[in-house]
Structures are given as C-alpha cells and as structure tokens.
T-cell receptor, first 115, second 113 residues
C-alpha cells in the first residue's frame, strides 16, 4: 500500500458544528502532516507529527485540533470554524530522516466548505 | 524560515514542445528539492526530486537541475503531452526537528494539442 487515504472527500459544515477529518497510511511512515490549501495557492503547513508526537504547530488557531492516535492514523478535529477556513485540507506522510527516503506522499484531500 | 519563489505562474506550450519552470530558494541549509504535479481536485503527486549532493536528475521526459551556489533549481519537461497539463509546485526542505516542506507559488502548465 503506497497511498495516503483521506476521508471524507467533501465536507460541508456550519460554524457551530464539530467535525473530524481522517487520514490513514500503511507505509510505515513515522511523520505525518496536515496542510491547508486555498484555491490557486500552494499548500501551507499546519501541523507535523513525528513518532506520534506533535513537533510543529504553525500558529494554527485552536479551532483546529490535531490528534495522532497511532502511527498509521492522523485526525484533524474541527470546531467553531469560520467561512474563511473553507479550503482543501491535505494530509501527507514521510519516512523519518532528512531528506526522507521516498519523499512525501500526499492524500487527495478533504474539500471543506464552512457555511 | 525558507522562502521559495517560482516562475512563471502560467505557462502555455504546444504539444511536443519543452516546458521549463524555475525556482529559487533562500536558505542554504535546504537539501531536498521535490517537484509536485497537482491535477484539479487531487492532492500533489511527487514527480521527481533531487538532493543537494546531486546536480541533475532525469526520469524519462522529466529532468531537474540544481545549482546550489545560485540557490536555484529547475524542472524540464520534454515532448509535452496534453496530460502534462496541471499545476506544478516546487518545494524545498531541511530538517527542523521534523521534516518540513516549503512550497513555491505554483505554475499552471497548459499543453495545447
């Protein structure tokens, strides 16, 4: 298995809702990432987990809460989002080491719309 | 942090012609330079990468060159095909406790049949 699987593919939520994005990989990668991508822009790093521990939080608002239950799973819990948070949310994974052997593998993303 | 600039932002070529996209980076500590292709509605897909101890790498119609002294690297696509049409991102990376990728602003490539 050489894929990063993200669910759901599309999500529409109200500003008072609580929802979660899920990401799964079975490549044995020990680093996992959340990126946010607005239309016609490059992906922007949100969080990095290394060996299931949060190692980078790029000053992301607390309405985004990441969780890494085990080495294969990464969640992003959403609460009280704003319309400007609408974007494509990408999950990625990589081997440890710099540079990581095999590079970074991205999922297809969750298209989030906040209404 | 690292700053990656990418040019051009849009590029149109005739099918069969070559396409070149250029990137510059700011931090001499960067040592890994991947290129990603992103099609509409999909995540970025790695197409080729190069490490700082290598000056050039080729994979069929795709090649990447790296000039560490000038801090720039380029993507070359030869014999372009309509299915090459997509947004291409360059990126640079160095270890900061955990791996991190810094992306360029992207190039929308259109191959005209």
């Amino acid at each position: 298995d050489t894929e990063v699987t993200q669910t759901p593919k599309h999500l529409v939520m109200g500003m008072t809702n609580k929802k979660s994005l899920k990401c799964e990989q079975h490549m044995g990668h020990r680093a996992m990432y959340w990126y946010k991508q607005k239309a016609k822009k490059p992906p922007e790093l949100m969080f990095v987990y290394s060996y299931e521990k949060l190692s980078i939080n790029e000053s992301v608002p607390s309405r985004f809460s990441p969780e890494c239950p085990n080495s294969s799973l990464l969640n992003l819990h959403l609460h009280a989002l704003q319309p400007e948070d609408s974007a494509l949310y990408l999950c990625a994974s990589s081997q440890d080491g710099m540079p990581p052997a095999g590079g970074y593998t991205f999922g297809s993303g969750t298209r989030l719309t906040v209404v | 942090g690292e700053n990656v600039e990418q040019h051009p932002s849009t590029l149109s070529v005739q099918e069969g012609d070559s396409a070149v996209i250029k990137c510059t980076y700011s931090d001499s500590a960067s040592n890994y330079f991947p290129w990603y292709k992103q099609e509409l509605g999909k995540g970025p897909q790695l197409i080729i990468d190069i490490r700082s101890n290598v000056g050039e790498k080729k994979d069929q119609r795709i090649a990447v060159t790296l000039n560490k002294t000038a801090k720039h690297f380029s993507l070359h696509i030869t014999e372009t095909q309509p299915e090459d049409s997509a947004v291409y991102f360059c990126a640079a990376s160095y270890q900061t406790g955990a791996n991190n990728l810094f992306f360029g602003t992207g190039t929308r490539l259109t191959v005209i049949p």
